[in-house]
């Protein structure tokens, strides 16, 4: 919302506003300011004093005994892990969420330049023919759910008097038109 204009017939309107704010709390005190003062200021509830409760000397040293005992189980864990850990981590891949590239669309990237419609620019086209599935391991935004390796969809054939071919030809829900909503598609607060 924008400012106002400050008009004279404005700034007397708020003028009058704070004087009839000020003139309604001196009322105010007039009739209650005597019985407000005899009650005094309020006070506080006093807090209790957190008392801890005592410690057990036997117990402590029980605890400690304990945590030293499960400190020297982790480290034999971990001595004896650590050769099978590294062996699994050298033939693990990591896991990309797309999938690679061939060598023949790579390729595409190093010869040319982009103002010639050569390297990246071909390289994205190429690139933009393929399907989503295609690409991708699996669907990275909840919108791609739909329609996700649903396949060709052979069109049917369009009458010869028609401009646009028919809406539900090219339109596509999973569910009909009275679907559940998959939890993923609604917000969560």
């Not at 204009?5 to 209650?32: C, M, P, S, V």
């Not at 499960?70 to 693990?92: F, G, M, N, Q, Y």
């Not at 690409?135 to 909840?142: A, E, Q, R, S």
């Not at 010869?160 to 809406?167: A, E, F, G, Q």
Request: charged share 35%; proline share 6%; hydrophobic share 30%.
């Amino acid at each position: 919302m924008g400012r106002e204009l400050l008009t004279t017939q404005r700034q007397n309107f708020w003028k009058e506003t704070y004087l009839k704010e000020a003139l309604i709390r001196l009322n105010w005190y007039r009739q209650h300011g005597q019985t407000a003062k005899a009650k005094g200021p309020r006070k506080a509830k006093p807090r209790e004093k957190v008392k801890l409760p005592a410690i057990n000397e036997v117990l402590l040293k029980a605890a400690e005994e304990r945590k030293k005992a499960d400190e020297i189980k982790e480290r034999i864990e971990r001595l004896t892990s650590k050769t099978d850990k590294v062996d699994v981590e050298k033939d693990a891949l990591p896991e990309f969420d797309m999938k690679p590239v061939t060598p023949c669309t790579r390729s595409l990237l190093y010869n040319g330049i982009s103002k010639e419609e050569e390297g990246r620019f071909k390289y994205l086209r190429e690139r933009y023919k393929l399907k989503p599935e295609e690409k991708y391991v699996h669907p990275l935004t909840t919108s791609w759910s739909y329609g996700w390796q649903l396949g060709n969809m052979d069109p049917t054939q369009h009458s010869i008097y028609s401009r646009y071919p028919i809406l539900k030809d090219t339109f596509f829900r999973r569910n009909g038109v009275f679907s559940l909503l998959n939890p993923h598609d609604t917000a969560s607060c």
